[in-house]
C-alpha cells in the first residue's frame, strides 16, 4: 500500500480543490482515497475513472460516488449549489464525439458551484451552426471551445468573439490527427490572438481555469 | 559533372512538363541544365531557385532566364498563350506571408497557358473577408486554397463551396506551426469531406494537379 | 445525451452529403442518430462503424442499416442509381491488405450514385500486374491510388499516366511503416507532379473529393 | 507585390487590434504595410521584426517606428495611455534569457493601454526568488508565467497563488529542451490545474489573451 | 526453444546482479529461467512480469517466486540481509500514482541487501508536503526521485538539496505527458544542474545506479 | 472479396519467393491464398500470422500448414533441401527476447534451401559471450546480427569481424526504446562501417537479402 | 588539443580502412591527424570535409590531400590500383541532387581499389530511363541505390532485379521529405524484400558494405 | 535592460555554484554579469559562450575572462586548488569530435577544485583501445562516459566495470544521429544496469553530478 497525503488546503491556496486523477491509480488506491473521504468527512471529485474500474470498486464504497460514464467523473460528497444568475461560461463544441470532455468540463464547473451553458456540435464544416449561436454564446464572460481533428473552431470562433476563449483539443480523430497532438497544435499555433489552450481531451483543466479566473474577478 | 537525362517527353505522357528543383542542385548543375535547353531549343521552369544561387549562374546563361524573386521560379523559353476565357482556378490565401507559395503556382500554370484569380490575405482570422470574396471564388472550376499557421482557412472554405479545393499548407508560423507540419496535417486531419492536400509550400505540384485535372476534364 | 445538429443542407451547398463518422460516438449517440433519420425520413453513410460496436447497437434500429464489415461503413437508406455509363473513377490499390480503405471509397462513391472500377493488388513490387492494367485504368477520368508501407505505387503510376491521381495511404506495414505515416509523407513528397493526397486510411475523404470534381466539370 | 487586407475592425469584433507579424514578409511587404498606415492615419503594432530585416527598411519609413531590439517589436502611432491604477498584470519569468519574450508581452499590453509588473530571473531552481515575489505577484489579478528549458516555473507558481496563470513557453534551452517543445508540453502537462498555455515564446498572445480577460471582466 | 545464457559473473564485474527482465519474454522462456534457477542454486531478480504472464506460469514453478503485484517484480530465491544502519537511500515521489515505479526501485535494493526510506505523494502542486520532509529527505546519501506528468518534482527537490539526485520520470499522465517522454525530457532539460537520469519508468535502474554508487564510495 | 494476383514469377526475377504478409490480412484472405495453393499446387510463406489469426483458419485448410508460434510463420508445401556444406549465414542476437525474430530469419532462409547456425543472447552487457563465439561466427560468409534496445551489438560485432553484417533491430524494450525505434536509428548511426540495416522485427527481410547475396556470390 | 588515436589495424580486422570523418572536428584536429599521416606515412581518407573547412586548413599540410568539392571528401596518400575486370559494382541514383553521395561512394571503393560503373538521374517518375538502363545494371554482383523524396528508387529496381540492392537514401527534398527521414523509411519500410539500407546520405558507409561483401565473397 | 538576481548561496544549498548559461543571453547581459561579479568581488564560471559572442563583449571586461574555445567556457575569477590526491573521476570519450563536452566537464570539475583524467578516443568501433584502458579508467571511483552517433561507448564499459558510469550523449553524428537524440536515447535505454544519463552535449552536468557525489561520500 502505498502513502496518500490529500491537499485538503489548496482550494485556500489555490482556488480549486484537489481532484483524484484515476488513471493509473489501482482500484485499492482509489478505495483507500474513497475511505480517507469517508473517514474525515470530506467531498472529492474523482476524474479519468474508467467504467471498468469503476465496476471493480468495493460496492459498500462504490455506491457513494456519483458516477457519469460519459465524462468518466464521479462525484463523492455534496456538489455546492450554483448561484441563480445567468451561466457566466459557455462550453461550445464542434461535433458529438467530444461530448465527453465537454460534460468533464460541466461536472468540474458544477462541483464548485458554477453552472454553465452548452453549445454542442457546432464545427466550422457547417458555419451556420455557430453562426447561429454566436449571440447567445457572447452572453457568457469566458468560452471553453473543445474540438478535436483539425480544431479550427477556437480559431474561426475566436476570430468572431470579444470574449476569451480557453480552448480544449480533443483526442477525437484518426490518422493525422489521432491522440489529439494536431487539434492541440492548431490551438496554440492559431493566427486568432489570444486563444489560451489546456492539454488534449483536458475539459477537468479548461473548467479549473475558469474559475480560477471568475473568482480572481469576483 | 553528374549525368543529366531530362524526361522531355514527360508532358505527353503525364500531362504536365518536367520542371527542374534547384534546391540541392550545384550552380553548376543548373548551369549545365541551361546548356542543354538552348542546344536542344527547348524551354524549362526553375523552381526553388534561391536568389542567392541565381546571382552565381554564370550572367550569359542568367540572361535567358525570367526570374521571379517572390516565388524563387524562372522560365527559360516561351510561356503559352493562356486562353481568353474566364480563368478556371482560383488561388485563395491566408495571409500575405504565403505570396510565394501563390506566385509559385500562378508562374507553373501561366507556363503551361493556365490563367488564374489570386484571392490573398483572406484567412478565417477575419472571416468577413473570405465570405466577401466568396462569390467569385466559386466562379473558378478548381480552387487552390494557400495556408500556414494553423491552416484553418481550407477547412472553412471546404465548408462554403461546392468546388473541390486543393490545399497548400505553407511553413508560415513559429514555435509549433514552424515548418508547415502543423498546416499540413490541419489540411489532411481536416473535419471537411473531400480536401486533397500536396506538400508544404508545394504551390508547384498544386498548379500541376489542376492542370492535370482540367486536361482530363476537357 | 449530447446535442446533435445534422447538416442536412451539406449536399446543396458542399456537392457532398455529411457522413456520420462512428468512431468515438458512443452506441447510445449512434442509435440517436438512426432515430433521428427514422423520424425525418433521410438517409445516412456511416463511416469507420467498427464490427464490435455495430453489434451492440439496438437490433431493431440496426436491421435499418446494410452494414459492410470489410469497410467498416454502414448506409441507412437508399442509395443513389448510378449511371449506366462507363465508370469515370479507378481505384487503384498496391495489395489485398488494403481492401478495407478501397472499399471504403467504392461504398461512399456508390452512394451518392457514381461507379467505379477496382484494379486491386497491384503493387510495385511486380510492375508488370500495374502495366498490365495501365490501359484500363486510363479509361477513368479520375485515378484513386490506394496504397501502404512505403507508398510507391502513387508515384509510378503518377509517372505513367496523364490522367490526375488522388493518393490514399494506408496504415498497412510495420516497424517505420506503422500507423501509415511513411505511407501519407511518401506520397506528399512524391517526385511525381501533381499527386493529392488525403489522410491515412481515408477511402471516404478520397471518394468525396472524386465526387466533387466530377460534379464541378460536369 | 501581394494584396494585403487590413482587419481595421478587429478590436470592435475581437477585444484586441490586428498585429502585423513579420517573420516571413519581405521588406517591400512591411514597407507597403507602413505606407497604408500614413496614408489611412492608422496606428500599429508590428512583432516578430528581426533586427537586420528593420534595419533594411526605407528610412524615412522607418523613422515612424519605434523599435525594441530586444522584444522584436515596434509601435508605429501613439501608444494608449494606460490607467493610473496598480498594474492588474503580473509578468513573471524564469531567467533573464526569457527577457524578450516578456518585453514582447509588456510592450502588447502598453500598446493597447494596460501596465503590468515585471518580475524577472525568479526561477525554481532557487526557490527563495519566487516565495520572496510572491506576495507582491499576487496583487495582479492575472499572472503571465514565462519560462524555458523545463518550464517548471509556471507548475509550481501554479500551486503557490489563487490567481489564475497563463504560461509562456520559451525556446531557451538546449539537447532535449532546444526549440521550446518541452516547456509547451511541461505546461500543457502540468500537475497544478487550471494552467493556460500559449505557444511557444508567444508573448503577443499571452498579452491579448489577459486584454481580452481584463476587457470581459470590466 | 531459444538458447539462454545467465550471466553468473556479472555482480563480481559489475556490482549489480543480472535481473530477467520478464517483457517480451514466452512464459516458456520464463520457466526454462526458473528451472535454471533451481537447477543450479542459485537466485534471480525477475522485472516487468506483468500479473497475466505470471499466473500462466506452471504453479510447481511459480510457488518459488516471491511476487509483488504492485511492481511486477518477483525474487526467486535469499534477499541479502540489510545492513542495520540508517538507510543511505531515499526515494521520493511526486503522486501515488508512480507507487508502482518507486517499490521496483525498493524490491531491487532489498534485493541486493540496501534499505531505503520513501517519501510518496510529495508532488509540487502543493509544495508544502516536499519542505516538510525535506530534512528527512536529506539524511540519505542519495536521493532517487520519482514524477510523471511534468516531473517539476526532480527539478524543484534538486534545487533545494545538497544531495545527488537520481530522477526517474514515469509514463503517468495523458495527452501531451502520456508514454512519459514529457517527464523524461523535463528531468533532462531541467535548469537544476547535476540531475541524473534514467529510462522512463525504471525503478530497477535507478536502484543498480545507487548500488553502483555506494559500492564505489565505501 | 478482393483480387488477389499472386506474384509466382518473383523467384525467378527477384531471386526470392513472394511472401504472405498476413499483418492486417483478414482471415477469409488467408483462406482465399491457400486455395489459390492447393489449386495451383505451389507452396507459399506466410509471416506475421498471429496465433490468434491461424487458430481462426478453417481448420481443414490450416492443416496444409507447418506454424511455429514462436517466429509467428507459416509453411505451406515442401521446404528445399539445404545443402551438405557448413551453414554461410551466422545469426547473432543480443538476448533470448529477440528469439522471435532470429526464428523468423531461419524460417525463411530454410524455406529457400539455406541452413543457419545460430548465436542467441550474446548481447554486449556481457561482452564475453560475444568474444568467445566469435571465431565461430566468423566462420560464416555474412553475419545477421538481431538485437533491441540501444542495439550496441551490431556495431561491437562489426568492429570485430571482417565479415559483412546485416542488421536487424528489434521491438524488445521499453519507455525511449519501446516500438524498436531507437534499436532501428542506432545500427543506421553506427560508428561501424558498413552496417547494412533492414526493418523493425523484418527477420524475414534480412533473410532476403542473405540469400540475394548468397546467389550473386554464387 | 585532444588525444587522437589512430585504428591503424581496421582494415585487418574489419576489412576496410578507417576514415576520418571531419563533422565536427576543428580546423586544428584535422590538420594533427594529416602531421600524424605524413609523420607515419600513411594514407587517410576524409569524409564530410566542407569546403569551408578544407579552405581554412595549413595550405603546406592541404597541399597533401586530393580534395574533392562534390563529395566533400579528401583523399591523403595513394588509391588502390583498381583490378582491371568489369566493375563489381553498379551505383545508381533518382536524381541529379543525389550526385555529392553517389560520388562519396565512389570515391570510398576507388579508395579500396575497386571500380564501379555510375547509373545517374533514371529516378522512377520516368520509368523509361530505369527500364533502358536494367540490362547493364544487373552486370554488377551489387547495386548501391541512391535516392532522395520519396525514395521510390529503390524499392522498384529491387522488384525487378536478382541482384542485392544496399539503398542509400538522401536528404534531397523539402516539406515532408526534408533532411531525408521519409526517403530512409521509404526504403526500410519497402514492400520489395531484402533491400538493406545505410544511414541518410551515407555513400561512405554503402561503399564499405559492398567492399566487406566483396572480400567475405572472394 | 533586464533584472538578473544571482543565485550566490546556491553552492551551501545544492552543493555546486550557479553557472552562467549564455546561450540566448545578449552581450549586454553577459556584460552585466561581469559587471555584477567585478563589483561584488565574486567568480563566476560562463557555458556555451560561443566564440562570436565573446569576441563582441567590451575587451575591459573581457579580459578578466579566461576563454577556452575548445569547450566554449570561460572561467572570471580564482579557480579552485585540486587535492594532490589521484583524480577522482574519469572522462571516457569515444572519439575526438567529443572533444569541447569533455572540456567543459573538465573545465567545471577544475573549478570546483576537482581534478580528473581523460581518456579520449577510445570508441567501441575498435575495443582494444577502451580495453587497454580499462584498468587505469576504474582507478576512478565516478566515470564520466562522453559518446555521439550510436552511443555504444557507455553500454559497452558499463558492462565492464563495477564503477558507476555518467554517460553525457553528444550532438556527433548526422542523418539519423543528428542532433544528439539517438546517442541519448541508447544511454537511457541501455541494457546496461545503472547507467546514469544527462542532457545532449552537457559536460557542465555531468560534472556537477559527479561533484554532488563525491561530496556526498566524502
Given at each position: ?93 464542434g ?52 474540438a478535436g481533428m483539425e480544431a479550427a473552431l477556437p480559431t474561426v ?10 480552448a480544449?483539443p480533443t483526442?477525437?480523430g484518426?490518422?493525422v490527427s489521432?491522440?489529439g497532438q494536431l487539434a492541440l497544435n492548431a490551438c496554440l499555433g492559431s493566427c486568432a490572438?489570444?486563444l489560451?489552450t ?21
Amino acid at each position: 500500500m502505498s502513502d496518500i497525503i490529500i491537499d485538503f488546503d489548496r482550494k485556500a491556496r489555490c482556488a480549486v480543490e484537489e481532484a483524484i486523477l484515476c488513471e493509473r491509480k489501482s482500484v485499492t488506491q482509489i478505495e483507500q482515497i474513497i475511505a480517507i473521504g469517508l473517514e474525515k468527512q470530506v467531498r472529492f471529485l474523482f476524474t479519468r475513472l474508467e467504467e471498468q474500474k469503476w465496476q471493480k470498486l468495493n460496492p459498500t464504497l462504490r455506491e457513494h460516488l456519483d458516477y457519469c460514464a460519459l465524462s468518466h467523473t464521479a462525484v463523492m460528497g455534496k456538489v455546492e449549489t450554483p448561484s441563480a444568475q445567468e451561466p457566466m461560461i459557455a462550453i461550445v463544441s464542434g461535433g458529438s464525439s467530444d461530448t465527453g470532455v465537454c460534460r468533464e468540463a460541466l461536472t468540474t464547473l458544477n462541483y464548485h458551484g458554477y453552472s454553465a451553458k452548452l453549445f454542442e456540435d457546432v464545427g466550422v464544416s457547417a458555419l451556420w451552426r455557430l453562426t447561429n449561436a454566436l449571440e447567445d454564446i457572447n452572453k457568457a464572460k469566458i468560452i471553453i471551445a473543445v474540438a478535436g481533428m483539425e480544431a479550427a473552431l477556437p480559431t474561426v470562433l475566436s476570430g468572431m468573439t470579444h470574449r476569451p476563449v480557453i480552448a480544449v483539443p480533443t483526442s477525437v480523430g484518426y490518422g493525422v490527427s489521432e491522440g489529439g497532438q494536431l487539434a492541440l497544435n492548431a490551438c496554440l499555433g492559431s493566427c486568432a490572438a489570444g486563444l489560451m489552450t489546456v492539454n488534449i481531451d483536458n475539459g477537468f483543466g479548461a473548467a479549473c481555469a475558469a474559475i480560477k479566473l471568475l473568482k480572481s474577478f469576483s
